[in-house]
């Protein structure tokens, strides 16, 4: 049996969650699984998934710990430490792009989580590349990607019509995507941005203040949280998808949008350079430089060559997280 801890939190404000998402796939591949917690308390989640430990110990053959870098860090090394007190195989499955932040800040509790794993699992190999370098050793599983659910449409560029989806929290710095579409406004008046994202600290009011500084309320739409689904409907009316952040790992959104079909610029932070080769299956600019980015999508709308080629090699490179490729390196591991 496998006992995945995480985030199962259920709310018209989230969308499905990596544990939800994973514990379904392995579940279909035949294995057992237990989740743990869906409290919306903090304290109770976390005694929620201690109980847990507890409670299956006796028939546990892996706890999988999704792990990241602010609060979700203390949960993974309380249940980590649990799981070494019962001499339990656990697997710490690494999220978050500033989870390299926290390993240089907290030597010694990474030290007791990441050197007594069973295995470390990281979705991306910016991780895995960040986790050797201090000395742990990681395995390579990528974010799971269901490609026959992502439907690839070729764009018309006539002007630019830019999508953000992204929460709006100041380490995604979507002010930029605003003074980007100012720029841009000054070669294409018709631009547009549409934002989708839910409100995670000031950042929703300080855009829409930008944007009413700028006058371009015709031209930005602000959708609040959509789910998969909507957005993925909602990316057929834009023709590029901008990621503005100033940290990130391995970003969800980011691959769907490439196997959506969409032209991504992005900055060049974090993870995004083991996501993006740039020029080749997106462009990455430097943090926080509209006017790079804004050359850069200029650049796109002239060159249909370009557009194109940058979509369908980044559709090829995200097959590779396709379920039916991903499960075999799940299955090394768990069987």
């Known amino acids: 049996m496998i006992l995945y801890l995480g985030n199962n939190l259920k709310s018209k404000q989230t969308n499905l969650t990596t544990l939800a998402q994973l514990s379904g796939l392995l579940n279909d591949e035949g294995f057992t699984l237990k989740t743990a917690s869906s409290l919306q308390n903090q304290i109770l989640r976390l005694f929620s998934m201690l109980w847990s430990i507890i409670k299956y110990s006796n028939r546990i053959d892996y706890v999988l710990i999704d792990t990241y870098s602010t609060k979700n860090f203390y949960y993974a090394f309380a249940t980590s430490q649990m799981c070494r007190l019962l001499k339990l195989k656990y697997i710490p499955v690494l999220h978050g792009g500033n989870l ?147 940290i990130d790992n391995a970003p969800v959104s980011v691959m769907e949008a490439m196997a959506l079909g969409l032209p991504i610029v992005s900055t060049n932070v974090g993870g995004m350079p083991f996501l993006i080769e740039n020029n080749e299956t997106g462009i990455l600019v430097n943090k926080n430089d509209v006017k790079a980015m804004t050359e850069a999508i200029l650049l796109i709308c002239k060159n249909i060559e370009t557009a194109n080629s940058l979509s369908i090699k980044a559709r090829n490179q995200v097959e590779n997280h396709d379920w039916n490729k991903v499960k075999s390196l799940w299955c090394s591991i768990l069987q």
């Not at 030290?111 to 470390?120: P, Q, V």
């Not at 050797?132 to 439907?151: C, D, M, Q, S, W």
């Not at 941005?193 to 944007?211: F, H, T």
């Not at 500084?213 to 990316?235: C, I, R």
């Open 100 to 246: 390299p932040y926290r390993l240089d800040k907290s030597p010694r509790l990474s030290k007791y989580i990441f050197s007594n794993s069973y295995k470390n699992v990281t979705v991306s190999k910016y991780l895995k590349h960040e986790f050797k370098i201090r000395g742990f050793k990681a395995t390579f599983i990528p974010n799971v990607l269901e490609i026959e659910k992502y439907n690839f449409l070729k764009r018309g560029f006539s002007y630019p019509k830019l999508l953000y989806v992204r929460a709006f929290a100041n380490i995604y710095n979507p002010e930029m995507a605003i003074k980007v579409l100012g720029e841009i406004i000054k070669v294409y008046p018709k631009a547009v941005l549409c934002m989708v994202g839910p409100e995670k600290d000031n950042s929703y009011e300080v855009c829409k203040a930008l944007v009413k500084s700028l006058k371009l309320e015709n031209h930005v739409e602000f959708t609040g949280l959509l789910s998969k689904q909507e957005w993925h409907k909602k990316a057929e009316d834009y023709n590029i998808f901008i990621n503005t952040t100033n």
